[in-house]
């Protein structure tokens, strides 16, 4: 069997670069490049808390600078963001 002969799985939803938008922490601007299935979980998971998304990325950005070697600020999100749908 020849590689043009093996089938790719298909996804069900195409895969999207990552979306940069502003976001203010502690008064800071700062830029976040997520993809876009992470922007919709997080503002899923900030109007669950009813919070605004920057108070939700502040909360986040707390508990990554609690880390002994934290990650970057995007990375933290994206981990977080696994953490919460694991344990739900």
Known sequence: MGPATLARPRLSAPLHPPVKRSVTIAGHPTSISL??????????????QALPVNALVARIDVE?????????LTSAIRQWLWKKRAAD
């Not at 993809?35 to 109007?47: G, K, S, Y």
């Not at 990554?64 to 970057?72: K, L, Q, S, Y």
């Open 35 to 48: 993809e876009p299935m992470f922007w919709d979980a997080l503002a899923a998971e900030a109007a669950r």
């Open 64 to 72: 990554r600078m609690e880390a002994d070697d934290p990650p970057n």
